[in-house]
């Protein structure tokens, strides 16, 4: 059998969009965050809120 020797490790990352001005912010994951869920103000243009369109992992090597 083969094992891998290297521990990886994932880092969860959240992707926010504004719905009014289209800006991505890439923050790392909350606890709590999901798809669809809105968010923070815009930085960008001062929207209300942004949409967590996207959450994913990275490895860490
Ligand atoms: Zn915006």
Not at 10 to 26: D, G, M, Q, R, V
Not at 34 to 42: A, M, P, Q, R, S
Request: some cysteine.
């Amino acid at each position: 059998m083969i094992f891998s020797k290297k521990k990886e490790i994932i880092n969860p990352y959240t992707l926010e969009e504004c719905n009014s001005c289209h800006a991505i912010t890439k923050r790392k994951f909350k606890d709590g965050d999901y798809v669809f869920k809105g968010t923070d103000k815009c930085g960008s243009c001062g929207a209300d809120k942004m949409m967590v369109t996207k959450i994913f992992g990275e490895v860490i090597k």
